[in-house]
């Protein structure tokens, strides 16, 4: 099978028993490769000649304008159990800095693509995304690559802030939605970002999982959400769970018993 890895083609088998040799060439031939650059990168993604026009059509510059400065902020390195990810930033001359994330797949599977995988991550983003769950601006996409809006916090750091209030509102909607469309995460409620007032779903991959499992239920769904948010060290008393649970049930669409 031919895969790609931001462009650079690698030939592998499929199968469980190919998957350290995936990993190993995706570290080994892309990741750490010195031929690749970020202009060609977000050139192929746009699908366009060169940088000018690709900066027009990713919206990160309009047509005759002079070209924004760019900045590496991260170089690739792994961002998770199936992806790495590349974060950089965008320096307009009005001195305003917004920061972008290439984020690839190097998850596997016997039966599909990078490229499949990608787009069933980005199908469940727009699932959530249309049950009211705040997701990263998407880009672009294409190749087994993810361009996305960076969302520069932890959630567990806007907990901590004065919009904690906000905040837990937003995890509890979120929970409300992954246990409406019946996901069933494993962990897939530790890594949720925030961009300072707000909670923001992240990780679309093999975590979250597929919807409509048969397993999945809302009672496991907040219990894990509890246990998560005082793994983060928030403060819940009896009363305030007790008030979560309410509104989570009726968001839900079930009534506390």
Known sequence: MLTRFCGTPIRIRSGKRD???LLAIADKVHFMAKGWSLEEELCRLANAPDVAIAFAKLGFAADGQKLPRIRTVMDWHRSGAETYSYIFA????SNIERRYRLKA?????????????LQLWILRRSVLAAEGVSVPKLIASGSGVILEEE??????KALQSVSSEKVLAQLLNIAAAIARLRFLPVDGLADIRSRGDDAVYVDFGSDLGAPNRVSSSPDIIFRQLIEQVERWRYTLTSAHV???LESYLARVGLSVQ
């Not at 965008?90 to 001359?93: E, G, K």
């Not at 797949?105 to 499949?116: A, I, M, P, Q, R």
């Open 19 to 21: 998957a350290p040799a």
């Open 242 to 244: 007790d008030a979560l």
């Open 151 to 156: 969302i520069p916090l932890h959630v567990s």
């Open 90 to 93: 965008i320096l307009h001359s």
């Open 105 to 117: 797949c190097v998850s596997f599977g016997s039966n599909t693509t990078v490229e499949g995988i």
